[in-house]
């Protein structure tokens, strides 16, 4: 809603909402996983957390996971997120992330509609 109501032109606002997609579902992933490669021999088991708290995208898709089967193919990164998420302070954490991710767009887009002139 923000990219739409930022742009003037219709098919601006739709490119830029499918970039802003792009960067979350890969682009974002690209540059975590090159992070993770590059300082591996760090304990990083924190900061994948963080990393992870800063896409909205990766936060939703580990929740349905850890609450489904398939949480147990996620290898050691798997047991980290459940060590996490899988607490009640850690689903708060992530509902909470996830309101901040919903709700600051919105305001943004809705109090940059009522600035617009027509």
């Known amino acids: 809603m923000l990219a739409a109501v930022r742009t003037r032109d219709k098919a601006r606002g739709i490119g830029v909402a499918l ?9 974002y992933n ?19 957390i963080a990393f992870v708290s800063f896409n909205p995208i990766d936060l939703g898709r580990i929740l349905v996971m850890l609450h489904t089967d398939a949480s147990a193919l996620m290898g050691f990164t798997g047991a980290v997120m459940q ?23 919105l305001w943004g887009s809705v109090r940059s509609f009522s600035r617009k002139d027509f």
């Open 19 to 27: 970039l802003l997609w792009f960067y979350f579902a890969l682009l």
């Open 30 to 48: 690209g540059i975590v996983l090159f992070l993770l490669f590059a300082f591996s021999e760090y304990p990083l088991e924190k900061a994948v």
């Open 83 to 105: 060590q996490f998420f899988g607490s009640g302070w850690g689903v708060l954490y992530a509902v909470l992330i996830m309101l901040l991710w919903f709700v600051l767009p």
